[in-house]
Structures are given as C-alpha cells and as structure tokens.
C-alpha cells in the first residue's frame, strides 16, 4: 500500500492564475506560504517562512480562484509531485549580445484535490470549498 497526501494550511503570497491545457482543462495555480517559530539556543524567537507551489485542475477550482487571493487563509490538500521542463535563459555577453542557454527546470508542487477557505470573512460565515478530479496529462 502506497500514500501521497499532503495537507497544508497557510496563506495566499499572490492571487491565484487560472490557465488553459490545449484541450481545454483549466489550471490554477498560486502559492502558499506556512510559517514555522522556534526558540534557538538563545532562548530567542526564530522564524522561517516556507513557499509550497500550489496547482489545481479542472472547472470546480478555477471557478473559486476569484475568491484565492492574497492573504486569503486556506487549507489545500492533494498529491505531492514533481516535474521537469527545458527552461531557456539570456544571459549577456557583452556590449549588448545575448546568449541563450537551455537549463533544466525542476518543480515541486502540490497537485491539489481540496481546498477549503479558512477565512472568517467568508459570506454568512460559510466555508468555501472545491474537489474535482485533476485531468491527466499536464506539462
């Protein structure tokens, strides 16, 4: 028996963006960032703040992303994963020349399958939610 499930609670860095597969699928995409405090050997508070790529497919996600914005407290839960792609960069040469240079591009994201607003200012004290199937097959 094998599991990857990831949950999260956090808050929005940036309004979510919704995209389109060739075929048609919508993706959303956005950000998350959870915090993490500790006392150090000092007995002083420390704190880091961690990123998590967030991407949701399919029609139920992107018709909430208007609500997915920044600082928006949310709970999103789904599938760890990883992909890679060919990213191209200029980097300069000199007196105005550029060379472009093919690096490979690795992502970590979380494939979402819930998300759930955490937000007290939701409309009638309601909790906002989106689950849909994620489409196969994305780049």
């Not at 790529?53 to 994963?81: C, I, M, P, S, Y």
């Not at 994201?109 to 937000?119: A, G, N, P």
Request: charged share 25%; no cysteine.
């Amino acid at each position: 028996m094998n599991l990857n499930q990831l949950s999260i609670i956090g808050f929005l860095g940036k309004n979510a963006e919704t995209k389109y597969l060739p075929n048609g699928t919508p993706v959303t995409k956005f950000s998350v960032a959870t915090q993490k405090s500790w006392k150090d050997e000092n007995d002083e508070w420390k704190e880091k703040t961690q990123w998590h790529n967030v991407v949701a497919f399919g029609r139920g996600f992107a018709q909430v992303a208007d609500r997915l914005v920044k600082g928006a407290h949310v709970f999103v839960q789904g599938e760890l994963t990883t992909r890679e792609y060919d990213r191209t960069i200029k980097i300069s040469a000199g007196k105005g020349k550029n060379v472009e240079h093919v690096i490979q591009q690795f992502v970590v994201e979380l494939k979402v399958d819930t998300i759930r607003s955490l937000d007290r200012s939701s409309s009638n004290g309601e909790q906002s939610d989106a689950a849909e199937p994620p489409a196969e097959g994305y780049e």
